[in-house]
């Protein structure tokens, strides 16, 4: 294969030649680095049609609706896998062997208690703050309390940072949510598994036997490998970007966090209950349709549509699958819940929604499955962040086993040209 090259010709004696640089599946990128002897930059507002790095984890093919996790597609994983497999497969690249995969799991399960002093921490906090503001907080200031192995550069260093924050994460989340609910936090309990152990400090109340649902022990599995890693995105970019000053691993998941929340990333489930809270009943759902095609409108339908897939978002009819499942076990009494429904089954049929493949997104359907499970909207994009955790901690350390660059993106200047400055008072 002839190896590709690039020409810029900069006026009529200068040329610069550019090379490709080809991955194993998508487009090839342009190596525009030669551009620095220049004294040129690209201009890519959002960093949309640029590369900022080469990573082995997760591919995605906008166009045919695909997403591989090293190489795996992740229906099969979803189907097939533990939430913890897939967190083995994503850290080292390969699945495991059942011993492999034993000691793993005992590591992860060892480490799942916080310390005491993290609890008197969200005393100082107010009852009615959002568990994602909790969330950052308190993953901030893990550092706080593992000072004592901090060396990105050590490998090793980096191995159990990634067992603590993978371990502890959903202990802070399900912590944070007591807390915000006014309830007593509950112990790890190393006898379950990973999620379901998870739904136990969600939802079990220390006077009370509690017992997890396999429904939804299988459908918040499900959630967490849906939710684990989706290439570069903002929360993503943003874990990458404070990594490569050398800054704390927890440092860096908090930055991951504090993306996350946002409404056009993970806080798109919550945006998508909020506004299911907002038409409240099926009668009125004709009304908000008309709003939602008109263009004049600033009204959107949340959970409908994907900006990186063009057709469908291939982790959506997984999480349909799960949340008819579901609704079967716990019911669909409640009126958001028979409001998302008849959203669903329009969109499914109404030429307009067909025809712009407004598809109901992974979003939409998780959204639906935490509600069934009883969990308010402020702890949804809680949830993605459990899942997104390993994610996060992969690429955290890919980028450290290649030594990273400081990530410092360039500007186009439009402020003000040199002026002498002359006091006014």
């Known amino acids: 294969m002839t190896e590709q090259k690039a020409t810029l010709t900069l006026n009529e004696h200068k040329a610069v030649v550019l ?19 220049e004294e040129l930059f690209t201009y890519d507002p959002g960093f949309t049609h640029t590369a900022g790095c080469e990573s082995a984890i ?19 994983l979803a189907s097939q896998c533990s939430f913890l497999e897939v967190c083995y497969i994503l850290l080292h690249g390969e699945a495991p062997s059942p011993a492999e995969f034993a000691t793993f799991t005992d590591t992860i399960t060892r480490h799942t208690m916080i310390h005491q002093q993290m609890s008197r921490m969200l ?36 191995e159990l940072a990634a067992v603590r924050l993978l371990s502890k994460m959903p202990t802070v989340a399900a912590m944070c949510y007591k807390y915000s609910i006014e309830q007593p936090a509950v112990y ?30 299988r459908a918040m599995n499900r959630i967490l490998i849906l939710h684990a890693d989706h290439g570069q995105c903002p929360s993503t970019t943003a874990v990458r970007t404070a990594g490569s000053s050398g800054a ?23 945006a998508c209950m909020r506004m299911l809270e907002e038409i409240s009943t099926v009668d009125r759902i ?16 949340m959970g409908f549509g994907n900006s990186v897939y063009h057709h469908f978002d291939p982790r959506a009819a997984i999480l349909r699958k799960t949340c008819h499942e579901v609704l079967a076990e716990l019911g669909m009494e409640d009126n958001l819940l028979q409001v ?9 049929t109404d030429a307009y929604f067909l025809e712009n493949k407004l598809y109901p997104s992974a979003d939409f359907y998780t959204a639906l499955i935490l509600k069934a499970m009883g ?51």
């Open 248 to 270: 704390n691993p927890f440092a860096c998941i908090a930055a991951g966090l504090a993306s996350l929340w946002g409404p056009l990333h993970g806080g798109a489930n919550e």
């Open 58 to 76: 997760t591919f995605i093919d906008p166009r045919n609706s695909v997403l591989l996790h090293r190489g795996f597609p992740v229906d099969q």
């Open 340 to 348: 998302a429904i008849e959203l669903e089954h329009i969109a499914m």
């Open 19 to 37: 090379d490709f640089n080809a991955g194993t599946g998508g487009p090839a990128a342009l190596d525009i680095q030669p551009f620095g002897v």
């Open 188 to 217: 790890p309990n190393n006898s379950l598994s990973y999620t379901g152990n998870f739904l136990h400090m969600l939802f079990a109340i220390p006077a009370e036997k509690s017992e997890v649902n396999p429904v939804l022990e």
């Open 123 to 158: 005393s100082g906090f107010r009852r009615d703050s959002h568990p994602m503001a909790l969330m950052c907080a308190v993953v901030g200031a893990l550092a706080a309390f593992y000072h004592d192995q901090l060396d990105v550069s050590n490998p090793e260093h980096r």
């Open 286 to 301: 004709p009304a908000f349709i008309s709003r939602a095609k008109d263009r004049h409108d600033s009204f959107r339908l």
């Open 375 to 425: 969990l308010p909207p402020s702890m949804f994009t809680v949830i993605s962040a459990v899942g997104r955790t390993i994610g996060w901690i992969a690429h955290w350390s890919e980028m450290h086993g290649q030594r990273p660059q400081i990530y410092r993106p360039r500007q186009v200047y439009t402020g003000k040209a040199r002026r002498d400055y002359t006091s006014q008072l």
